[in-house]
């Protein structure tokens, strides 16, 4: 089955860290690009970070760069985003994808609140 699935969720506190993990199956996952977005309530979804499929390029929205990392490891078939210095406007549903997002995961929920 051809999926991606999110996890890593969940509570974080203001100036703290995450971690999210997408891990992907049913397709050769090293030879694409991938891609993160975040939904807030209310509001639409929006690009976060990239890293293309050798993992040497990677490219940030304004809003994290500096403090998020995109990255991935493609023996596990997952890609990360480590999630630093949190901002209560961080709180959103994460979702992963590939790069042309043709595929998507069911999303993650982190909340940050102190």
């Known amino acids: 089955q051809v999926q991606l699935v999110e996890s890593g969720g969940g509570l974080g506190q203001p100036g703290g860290s995450l971690r999210l993990s997408c891990v992907a199956s049913g397709f050769t996952f090293k030879r694409y690009g991938m891609k993160w977005f975040r939904q807030a309530p209310g509001k639409e979804r929006e690009f976060i970070a990239s890293?293309?499929?050798?993992?040497?390029?990677?490219t940030y929205a304004d809003s994290v760069k500096g403090r998020f990392t995109i990255s991935r490891d493609d023996a596990k078939n997952t890609l990360y985003l480590q999630m630093s210095n949190l901002t209560l406007a961080d709180t959103a549903v994460y979702f992963c994808a590939r790069w042309v997002m043709d595929l998507w995961g069911q999303g993650t929920q982190v909340t940050v609140s102190s």
């Open positions: 890293i293309n499929f050798s993992g040497a390029y990677t």
